[in-house]
């Protein structure tokens, strides 16, 4: 982990070491700062998270506070190139050498008293405050893959300076902008929900090459929908219906391209559209916008695109906060921006063990073996602070074969 050390001197413990322990403590999936601190036991961070020295947790949080979130973009990086040259992203691959990038905001702290300089506030009528962290999320995801590649999030803050509380669609634009700078050529279409099919973004989308299937509304998209019901009438619509015999779903299509987005933006034109999705007597109704060519060939891939954004919401957010990452805990909030630190370093953990999930055969199989991630957190973390082990691997490896197995194994591992 490099970044830019804040600091003046020699300090006594690395920022390395602070922003590693840090990392190390959402790894291990520690309930609490306080729990790893008490429980850490010094040799096994060392040797398996490279720390020099461990930081108290009073320690870590001074070191940390002051740090910009924005210089942990480069970890992001580093793996998301290393996924590249080992050819792993390919799995992720979605139509024609396109990913599949959802998009979702989401809330991770609230709280009438604690706060800080990045907080968002919300000022009430009674002259109380409401202060929160929100940040906007980025994963790659595929309709048939359960592994998600989240990107650095765009932290929603209140910025340095500034009394003005940040938003979404703000958050949105920097999110792109940045993402084009460091990935220029990655061919991307960008899947979203209905708040985000407004014109000004599906133009920022359209300025830096990222394609998109963005959720309509009958309700915020009124003018889109009446013109479409013109269309039908006129006899302009394209009908398709497509039955799954393995999964026993039948869907109906209802298409139709270069339409107005809305009544200001009659020169932005999108292809709208829906599906009807039947399982026996249960009926669910989707409807999208996209800039990619929809026929009877395509419109089931982009529907799958689609409703695969669930992923970010179900496999990203909701793991982080049910799944033992403890998204919404309090590690601590710090005066600066210690909390968005935090959060971004805890899902720079849950990354590492998507790659994992996606790419490491011994990782699947204690997965596969324990049944359940939290299960595996669980045995995980009480192999860490029992034994001294040499390496992450030798961990895992207790894991699948059990600790009795394990010393034979060790004795011929060269590795
Ligand atoms: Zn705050």
């Known amino acids: 982990m490099n970044a830019p050390d804040h600091r003046l001197g020699k300090p006594d413990i690395a920022l390395t070491d602070a922003l590693m322990a840090a990392f190390a403590m959402f790894s291990l999936k520690s309930p609490s700062l306080l729990a790893f601190d008490q429980e850490r036991t010094d040799g096994n961070l060392q040797r398996l998270y490279g720390l020099q020295r461990v930081p108290c947790d009073t320690a870590m949080r001074e070191i940390l506070d002051p740090v910009q979130p924005k210089a942990l973009r480069p970890l992001f990086q580093a793996i998301f190139r290393a996924l590249q040259r080992g050819k792993a992203l390919e799995a992720m691959l979605f139509v024609e050498g396109h990913y599949l990038l959802a998009l979702d905001g989401t809330g991770y ?90 014109a000004p973004h599906i133009q920022v989308l359209q300025e830096h090459h990222v394609h998109y299937i963005l959720g309509v509304k009958e309700g915020d998209h009124a003018y889109l929908f009446a013109q479409v019901a013109a269309a039908e009438h006129a006899g302009r619509v394209t009908y398709y219906d497509r039955d799954d015999p393995e999964t026993g779903l039948r869907h109906r299509f209802r298409f139709i391209s270069d339409m107005p987005l809305n009544e200001s933006h009659t020169d932005l ?8 999705e039947w399982e026996q007597d249960k009926v669910q109704h989707f409807s999208w916008v996209t ?96 034994y001294v082990l040499t390496s992450m691997r030798q961990l895992f490896e207790a894991l699948f074969y059990g600790l009795q197995k394990m010393a034979p194994i060790f004795a011929v591992d060269s590795s």
């Open 269 to 276: 034109r999108v292809n709208f559209l829906e599906c009807w």
């Open 291 to 386: 800039d990619l060519r929809v026929n009877k060939g395509t419109v089931y891939q982009i529907m799958r695109g689609g409703r695969a954004r669930w992923r970010i919401e179900n496999e990203t957010f909701n793991t982080l906060k049910n799944q033992g990452y403890h998204f919404e805990h309090n590690y601590g909030h710090g005066y600066q921006h210690l909390s968005v630190v935090f959060a971004v370093l805890m899902l720079l953990a849950f990354l590492v063990d998507q790659v994992q999930q996606l790419c490491c055969p011994l990782f699947q199989a204690v997965w596969a073996k324990l049944g359940s991630k939290r299960r595996l957190w669980e045995r995980m973390r009480a192999f860490f602070y029992a």
């Open 109 to 198: 702290f609230s709280s009438q008293q604690i706060h800080c300089e990045s907080c968002l506030e919300r000022h009430h009528r009674n002259g109380t405050i409401t202060y929160a962290h929100q940040m906007l999320g980025a994963a790659l995801i595929h309709p048939d893959r359960r592994a998600v590649i989240p990107l650095m999030p765009e932290p929603i803050v209140k910025h340095d300076g500034t009394e003005k509380n940040d938003c979404e669609r703000e958050a949105a634009k920097r999110l792109i902008v940045q993402l084009r700078q460091d990935h220029p050529h990655l061919p991307l279409i960008v899947t979203e929900d209905s708040l985000s099919s407004n």
